[in-house]
């Protein structure tokens, strides 16, 4: 079984610094262009939680499944998931519910075997390939406490009047 504490972390700072950001509107910086605000930011992760469980159920289920995150850099999909998640507030409530449900399919859900599946991705940022190649699904979810999580906890705060 996957330990998934650092996964919870990551999404308890990513989460405590949304609300942080969300308390300062109207002080908040306007990102630099070509960067997301708050809002996007969090669509884009909340898209990104969605991708990865539903590989990680697909696996589950036995079926073949890829990983793909090109829909989350999708500026029209992350507008259209800030409306229909209702803005700000219904975007950290969703990404809260989406965490638990990871950690559940990182944690006890999945066996060491379904977590040690190969699934072919495909990773972009800032339109480069990061990755093109099978990667296990247990690589996939503590990529999500690593990296992806902690660099849009970054993105959050640097909003912040007095950011990083």
Not at 29 to 56: F, M, Y
Not at 91 to 110: F, T
């Amino acid at each position: 079984m996957m330990d998934t504490a650092p996964l919870r972390d990551a999404y308890r700072a990513l989460l405590d610094a949304a609300a942080t950001v969300a308390g300062s509107r109207g002080t908040t910086r306007v990102p630099p262009p070509g960067e997301w605000d708050a809002d996007q930011i969090l669509a884009h992760v909340s898209i990104v939680n969605a991708v990865t469980a539903a590989a990680a159920s697909r696996v589950a289920s036995g079926v073949n499944t890829t990983y793909d995150n090109r829909i989350a850099l999708d500026t029209w999909t992350i507008g259209r998931v800030i409306a229909l998640a209702g803005g700000n507030a219904g975007l950290r409530d969703r990404i809260r519910l989406q965490a638990d449900a990871l950690c559940a399919l990182g944690g006890p859900a999945l066996s060491d075997a379904e977590l040690d599946t190969p699934v072919p991705t495909l990773l972009l940022s800032n339109g480069e390939v990061l990755v093109d190649q099978p990667v296990p699904l247990r690589d996939l979810i503590t990529g999500l406490a690593e990296v992806e999580l902690p660099g849009h906890t970054e993105q959050l705060l640097a909003l912040l009047p007095d950011g990083p």
